[in-house]
């Protein structure tokens, strides 16, 4: 009932935010609303005085604003201008083109003249590319990790202008090769316990790449060529098998079957009769029981210790999380004499499996490891952001 509430209070904000007039939004300061409010009114009732005013003076402001705007812009002086000026030359372009498609009886009335912009915005373009690609240039010679990637980011803007610029993608590349973290995932083993064979190569298996960010490059085996910024150890402390347990557990099941019928009999001990004339049967029910011996064998393996973040750059620890996993080998099967149609469907599926020997240690140790997989990529991925350092 609560969120019927909710949704019905939205959909009427929404009807109440649309209803909103062109007029109440020139009041509100809200110039782009109200000229694309009145002008869908105007492309049906080209006519409407109220209309046409509201429009005429929302465009006049709205184009006064962004004009002055540029001309404080140009008038700072500074290098890094041009990618805003661009933005708003864009707005005064796209305003035009929603005011131009109105009827000329329209454009007449509010005295719109087109202007072209083009021109001022290819010259903005090119003033704006050349600051953001000398000053990721700068930054790239001069700066960090974090100065690449606000290199790369103002790289990405030169080629969203110009997709040819210079050598933009060899700078792209370039910065992103700088501003990127490498991170090793490495397994020690302080248990004291032997590990599985292929327990640590099934183990580096874990889909690190699938976490990658754009900063962020996991390895899970070491390139010797790279000199990584972190490393994450899983340090694996302990692991415990527990004893073999086999459980013999007995029990019955029955269930009522039909079996034939008597007549029913009157006070007078005579067969009684159904409308039609005939005999009237009761079916006769019998109990039938089966007997259930259940063998459960049960043994469980765990392994704990923990993922140590460190900063190879300063050789510090930075974070330490705990981590563990369990399995648990738990299977059963039984033998049943008696009445096998008694058995239950779960009970009947327990007779079709067959006796089967234990995991040995090794094994039961190394089924843990699909769960520790899932288990450092979750802790690893909720801890992103130190890595991004």
């Not at 288990?375 to 991004?388: C, D, E, G």
């Amino acid at each position: 009932m609560k969120n019927v509430y909710f949704i019905y209070i939205f959909a009427i904000s929404l009807i109440i935010t649309s209803c909103v007039s062109s007029s109440k939004r020139l009041q509100q300061g809200e110039y782009d609303k109200a000229i694309v409010k009145a002008a869908k009114i105007l492309q049906k009732k080209p006519t409407k005085a109220n209309e046409i005013k509201t429009l005429k003076k929302a465009y006049a402001i709205a184009n006064s604003k962004n004009m002055e705007t540029i001309r404080m812009l140009k008038l700072s002086g500074q290098p890094d201008i041009y990618d805003k000026i661009v933005n708003k030359y864009r707005q005064l372009m796209n305003r035009q083109e929603v005011v131009e498609r109105l009827p000329d009886e329209v454009l007449v009335r509010i005295g719109f003249e087109p202007i072209d912009y083009a021109q001022e915005i290819t010259i903005s373009k090119e003033k704006a590319a050349k600051y953001f690609y000398a000053h990721a240039l700068k930054l790239l010679t001069d700066g960090d990790k974090h100065d690449a990637r606000q290199a790369y980011d103002e790289l990405l803007k030169v080629k969203n202008y110009f997709p040819a610029y210079e050598d933009v993608d060899n700078k792209l590349n370039e910065a992103y090769y700088k501003g990127v973290n490498h991170i090793i995932f490495m397994i020690v083993n302080e248990s004291h316990t032997v590990l599985p064979k292929d327990f640590e190569s099934e183990l580096r298996k874990v889909s690190l790449k699938q976490i990658n960010k754009h900063w962020l490059n996991f390895d899970t085996y070491a390139d010797e060529e790279i000199n990584y910024d972190f490393s994450i150890y899983f340090t694996i402390k302990n692991i415990v098998v527990s004893p073999e347990l086999v459980k013999e557990v007995s029990y019955k099941e029955s269930k009522e079957i039909e079996d034939g019928f008597e007549y029913l009999l009157d006070k007078n001990g005579n067969v009684k009769k159904d409308e039609e004339g005939n005999d009237i049967k009761i079916p006769k029910f019998i109990t039938i029981t089966a007997y259930i011996t259940e063998t459960r064998l049960t043994k469980s393996s765990a392994v704990s210790g923990s993922l140590d973040f460190y900063d190879e750059r300063s050789g510090q620890l930075i974070k330490t999380m705990p981590i563990a996993s369990e399995f648990i080998f738990d299977y059963r099967f039984a033998i049943a004499n008696g009445e096998l149609d008694a058995l239950k469907k779960e009970t009947r599926r327990l007779l079709k499996n067959k006796p089967v020997p234990f995991p040995t240690n090794l094994q039961i140790i190394f089924d843990t490891n699909e769960n520790l997989k899932s288990k450092v990529k979750s802790i690893i991925s909720s801890n992103q952001t130190i890595l991004l350092n």
